[in-house]
């Protein structure tokens, strides 16, 4: 079981990082010390510069970062914590893969259409490239499971096509990279804005009232929740009712997420509730569940020699296990190396 995911460092990470994905790292990471495998959590700091950035303010968040995936419950004693600027396997695989990815593939890449709009031509090429960066990072430690919330699915079939083509093509009979399978967490596969229930919650948001981010303390967590879109019916007593309602069902939806139980039993609880007295509920299962996560961040935060300590160890950990693979795929392609 290779167990291997990550999250760009860009921006704030927010509650449908957690729901989505950063729960499932630990989850998993927990799995994979069982079964005596590996699990790889990084900071896709080679993605984040596919958009414009500020050099500064992304050094200041790879390392928040960190502080915020050790509060959540990523141990760098279990988990490989690390980011890709350290391992250099990562930038040679995705060239290596270049060969193989076919322009058709990432034109269709429904994150290249939204991220790119209409300015295809002023795009970087970063950017349209970035599912064969993502391919190449999960490829590169033969992935098994992949942990990653709705969004990321599209990109891990690209993976596995581009996986798929080049054991076919070079693989000589052998299976060069290992297929990987998205795990998607069933309730909490798309966690939306708070302003726009048909927005995904989203880093890049200008509006920070639109999403709970890692480290919102209680009272602004409280206030975001107050604030949240909603319509004026009361809650329904079924799923059924919440059709058509998309505020309220991502509400509902963050409840049942949070509290462990089925959107059936939030409904049977709360169903017939205005939002006047949901809301507060729902503040307060946010609070209990965010406040030792934003506790433990405070204290890891300002030890900077810590963080870069983990990156440091764990990137030393990365690029030896990623060393055979990436040889492989050389030798594969027929590129002589001494
Ligand atoms: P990123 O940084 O946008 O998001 C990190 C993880 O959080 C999930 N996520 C969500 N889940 C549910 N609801 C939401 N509103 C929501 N927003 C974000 C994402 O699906 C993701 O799992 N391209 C990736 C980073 C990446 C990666 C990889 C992931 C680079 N290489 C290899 C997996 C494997 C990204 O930008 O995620």
Redesign the pocket.
């Known amino acids: 079981m290779r167990v291997?995911?990550?999250?760009?460092p860009t921006g704030k990470p927010?509650l449908?990082?957690y729901?989505?994905?950063?729960r499932n790292y630990v989850r998993l990471q927990d799995d994979a010390m069982r079964a005596d495998g590996e699990c790889l959590i990084f900071l896709?700091d080679l993605?984040a510069i596919s958009q414009p950035h500020d050099p500064a303010e992304l050094a200041a968040s790879t390392r928040e970062l960190v502080a915020t995936l050790v509060a959540c419950g990523v141990d760098p004693k279990q988990a490989v914590l690390f980011n890709q600027a350290q391992v250099p396997a990562h930038a040679e695989l995705q060239w290596l893969l270049n060969g193989t990815a076919r322009m058709g593939w990432l034109n269709r890449m429904t994150q290249w259409k939204d991220k790119a709009g209409k300015n295809r031509e002023g795009a970087s090429i970063a950017l349209f490239t970035?599912p064969v960066?993502?391919a190449a990072?999960?490829l590169l430690y033969q992935a098994t499971h992949?942990?990653?919330?709705?969004?990321?699915k599209q990109?891990?079939e690209l993976a596995r096509d581009i996986a798929q083509k080049f054991n076919t093509d070079f693989g000589a009979g052998n299976e060069v990279f290992t297929l990987p399978d998205p795990i998607v967490p069933p309730d909490?596969?798309?966690?939306?804005s708070l302003r726009d229930g048909a927005a995904?919650?989203?880093?890049s948001d200008p509006s920070d009232m639109s999403r709970i981010n890692l480290t919102d303390d209680a009272d602004t967590i409280m206030q975001k929740v107050r604030k949240a879109k909603t319509d004026p019916a009361p809650l329904p007593s079924d799923a059924a009712g919440l059709e058509g309602r998309p505020e309220a069902a991502n509400l509902v939806g963050v409840y049942a997420a949070l509290a462990g139980t089925s959107i059936a039993q939030v409904l049977a609880e709360h169903g017939g509730q205005g939002f006047g007295a949901f809301k507060p509920a729902l503040g307060e299962l946010l609070v209990e569940t965010l406040a030792p996560i934003v506790a433990r961040f405070r204290d890891l935060r300002e030890d900077r020699p810590a963080l870069d300590a983990i990156l440091a160890d764990g990137s030393a950990k990365a690029r030896q296990l990623a060393a055979p693979t990436l040889d492989a795929a050389y030798a594969a392609l027929g590129l002589v190396r001494g």
């Not at 909490?188 to 939306?192: E, L, S």
């Open positions: 291997v995911s990550g999250i760009q927010h449908g990082n729901l989505g994905a950063i896709a993605h970035y960066l993502q990072d999960v992949v942990p990653v919330g709705d969004d990321q990109h891990l909490a596969a798309r966690i939306m995904k919650m989203s880093k």
